[in-house]
C-alpha cells in the first residue's frame, strides 16, 4: 500500500482536541446517527461494546452522551495508542476525566470476549473496503489501515456479536457499500451523510 506517510509515521489518537474536541465542544447529542443507532432515546443509556475500537472516536462520543462503553482492540499498536489517549484525556481536566471513566478498554479478539460480556449493544465497525479515490482517505485512516490491515473475519464477528447481544448489534458501514456477506438483512437502516448504520435488533 502506498501512500504520503513513512514507517517513522505512528498512530496517534487524541480525546482532547481534533475532531472528536471540536464535537465534544459543539454539543451534538442523541439526534446523531450513531447515538439513535445503539439506542440512545428516551433516556436510555445502553451498555455498549465497541468490538473493534480503532480509532476511539464512536465510543468517546457515545461516552460523552453519558453511555457506558467497553472498547474491545485486538491490534497491539492500536490499543497502546487507545491506551495513552485515554491516559492524556484523564490527565488533561475533570470533564474528560469524566467522559473517559465510562470507556473501559480491552485487549484481545472480540469474537473471543463478546460471549463472556454479553452486553446489551454491540457496535462493530470493521475497516472498510478500499475506496476507488484513496485522496479521500485521510492520512490517519491509512495508517490505521496500514498498521491493522484488513478485516477478513467480519462476517464471522457479526455472526458472534447476533449470538452475544442482548437488545441490538449495529454496523457501521459505508453508505453505498455492498452489505457483508454471510449475514442477514438489518431490521432497519439510519444513514449519514458518507455512513450508513445497520440495525439488527436481537429476539
Known amino acids: 500500500m502506498t501512500g504520503d506517510f513513512t514507517p517513522a509515521d505512528r498512530l496517534e489518537i487524541d480525546f482532547i482536541g481534533g475532531a472528536v474536541g471540536y464535537r465534544r465542544m459543539q454539543g451534538h447529542g442523541r439526534s446523531q446517527p450513531l447515538p439513535k443507532a445503539v439506542g440512545m432515546a428516551k433516556g436510555h ?9 480503532g480509532m476511539g472516536r464512536d465510543s468517546f462520543v457515545l461516552a460523552t ?8 482492540e485486538r491490534n497491539r499498536a492500536v490499543y497502546a495508542a487507545l491506551e495513552e489517549a485515554i491516559t492524556r484525556a484523564r490527565d488533561h481536566n475533570a470533564e ?3 467522559i473517559v471513566s465510562r470507556m473501559t ?7 473471543d470476549l463478546l460471549p463472556e460480556l454479553a452486553p446489551e449493544v454491540v457496535l462493530v ?3 472498510h473496503p478500499d475506496r476507488t479515490k484513496s485522496a479521500l482517505v485521510k492520512k490517519e485512516m491509512r495508517i490505521m489501515r496500514d498498521t491493522v490491515g484488513a ?10 456479536a447476533f ?9 457501521k458501514w459505508p453508505l453505498r457499500a455492498a452489505s457483508i ?14 455512513i450508513r448504520y445497520d440495525v439488527f435488533v436481537i429476539g
Do not use: F, H, W
Open 65 to 72: 452522551l453519558g453511555a457506558q462503553v467497553t472498547m474491545i
Open 163 to 171: 449470538a452475544s447481544a442482548t437488545e441490538r448489534v449495529v454496523l
Open 125 to 127: 465497525d470493521p475497516m
Open 151 to 160: 478485516d477478513t473475519d467480519s462476517a464471522a464477528l457479526m455472526q458472534v
Open 181 to 194: 456477506e454471510g449475514i442477514r438483512n438489518p431490521s432497519y437502516q439510519i444513514m449519514g451523510k458518507t
Open 45 to 53: 443509556l445502553p451498555q455498549v461494546v465497541d468490538a473493534t475500537a
Open 105 to 111: 478498554l480491552l485487549y484481545g479478539d472480540a469474537k
Open 96 to 98: 474528560l476525566a469524566s
